[in-house]
């Protein structure tokens, strides 16, 4: 009978912490902001600004993708020691987010004027590349901070992961509202411009917007990192490198995301942005097609919670891929009949109605891949005692960057070798051009990368054992808050020397 009560108690506490909010109205403002912060910005067009207006030759893009690759797979150990190492009254990401937001957008802000220091000049001239070629490795170097320490600090501002998962759908409803808006916008002026309707040059138009989003991207960044907290907390010793790689070593869920999302990263693709203004001629074609599904957005999002009921989380994960890439073949199938890709009035509506189709799940593309992140990282901590946030980032983030910078060269160089012509007029590329185009943006990236499922299948936390995890993981805060709340400096001093003990 006390055995039952006891349990009882623990069960009714576990529920309690579950309901409850850490998060206050003000942060939660905050964290809303910026996340909307990162789709403020016209990265759709970044191919069409190197291609077309900076003009960087794509034998030394590929180049250049391969050396930051090996200085990032250098220094990125170093800099996750360092961050996994900080302990500071401010936490021990914030630091870092807050300092580095600046020199970072100050680059940013360089990037786009890039064509203004090099007026029409030829893609293989060395002073840009050289510029170009620093600029990428400081950029990249500086982003490292911030970029581990943004993975780590928002798996930490909340212990309860229910209130992570309602952050993070609520994020994503309220952002969807006006994420497109800078890109719609611009591709709405930049076809005008393409077609000589207005008279802007494209690198006014470029350095306007990309500077725009650039800054009002970085305060509202700036603005979470100063407003939010840290609330889970980390040991009160620095962890040695042994006990960083133990804990990426033995985090199975980590190692099968990974192993999903390097089989996945060898896409061969570009962006469906190129299909629409080098075939169709005009990018706001793009969002014409997107209207009706973009309603569809926000209602997927109620679909979540049903199914995150009566479905596994890996089930989830693996049909939303499943569904998405198969809707995408389905339109290279028809697409590549008869030149139907040329064809506005085939091609145009199959595309808006994969767009319907393929929105239906976009909620869980946005919540089921990043509470998986969430998930590794309490993972860590309920199987090593400690959190490892910085090294279980930086070894995703090495992987991950090694693969991309090949794969972007490749896909440089797969531009040059499809007989893409740089600063060409629109729409005149060669056909067999336009069809490789075509086929980059719609099957080739998901044959390519359709190996990424299979690794899904083994994700080994399921709902009884993520249950478990988590009610583990309150047990013990809750007794360690309780002893440290009243601990003499000797208790202190003891559990410190229990922290690592192997």
């Not at 009978?1 to 009882?8: F, G, H, T």
């Not at 207005?198 to 979470?224: H, Q, R, W």
Request: glycine share 6%.
């Amino acid at each position: 009978m006390a055995e039952n009560k006891s349990a009882l108690a623990e069960l009714t506490a576990m529920n309690s912490f579950a309901e409850r909010r850490f998060v206050s109205r003000k942060e939660t403002i905050a964290y809303v902001l910026n996340d909307a912060s990162y789709s403020l910005n016209i990265n759709d067009f970044k191919d069409r600004y190197i291609y077309d207006v900076v003009k960087i030759d794509f034998d030394f893009l590929a180049f250049q993708n391969i050396f930051a690759t090996v200085w990032d797979t250098i220094n990125d150990t170093f800099i996750g020691t360092v961050v996994e190492k900080t302990r500071t009254r401010w936490g021990k990401f914030r630091p870092y987010l807050l300092l580095g937001e600046f020199p970072l957008t100050i680059l940013g802000l360089w990037y786009w004027f890039i064509p203004f220091l090099f007026p029409d000049t030829p893609d293989n001239y060395l002073p840009k590349l050289i510029m170009y070629f620093a600029m990428s490795i400081i950029t990249e170097t500086v982003g490292t901070f911030t970029a581990i320490a943004k993975s780590g600090f928002l798996s930490t501002i909340t212990p309860s992961p229910m209130e992570r998962s309602r952050l993070i759908a609520l994020a994503n409803v309220v952002t969807h509202i006006f994420e497109d808006i800078p890109k719609q916008v611009f591709g709405i002026i930049y076809d005008l411009v393409i077609s000589k309707k207005i008279n802007i040059k494209l690198p006014v138009l470029f350095s306007t917007f990309g500077s725009a989003c650039a800054l009002i991207s970085a305060g509202l960044a700036v603005y979470f990192f100063y407003t939010s907290k840290e609330r889970v907390a980390q040991t009160i010793s620095k962890p040695k490198f042994k006990h960083s790689i133990k804990s990426v070593i033995n985090n199975k869920p980590m190692l099968i995301s990974l192993v999903s999302s390097f089989l996945s990263g060898f896409s061969i693709g570009q962006s469906r942005t190129n299909f629409y203004i080098d075939v169709i001629g005009s990018i706001t074609w793009k969002t014409i097609v997107g209207i009706p599904a973009f309603p569809v957005k926000f209602i997927s999002y109620s679909f979540v919670k049903p199914l995150r009921k009566r479905f596994s989380t890996k089930a989830l994960w693996i049909f939303e891929d499943a569904w998405t890439d198969m809707l995408w073949m389905i339109v290279f199938g028809i697409g590549s009949i008869n030149n139907n890709f040329q064809k506005k009035h085939i091609i145009l509506p199959l595309m808006g109605i994969e767009e319907i189709f393929e929105m239906c799940v976009y909620g869980l593309r946005r919540v089921v891949p990043a509470e998986i992140n969430n998930e590794t990282m309490d993972y860590c901590e309920w199987k090593n005692g400690y959190r490892s946030e910085a090294m279980t980032g930086v070894t995703m983030s090495i992987i991950q960057k090694l693969q991309q910078a090949v794969m972007g060269s490749i896909n440089s160089m797969v531009m040059k070798r499809i007989g893409y012509v740089q600063g060409k007029d629109i729409g005149t590329q060669t056909d067999a051009t336009k069809w490789w185009i075509f086929a980059l943006g719609t099957g080739i990236p998901i044959i390519s990368s359709s190996l990424g499922i299979i690794p899904k299948f083994f994700y080994p936390l399921s709902a009884e054992k993520r249950t478990q995890m988590y009610t583990e993981l309150y047990e013990r805060r809750s007794k360690k808050n309780e002893i440290m709340t009243s601990a003499s400096q000797e208790e202190i001093a003891e559990i410190v020397s229990q922290e690592f003990a192997d």
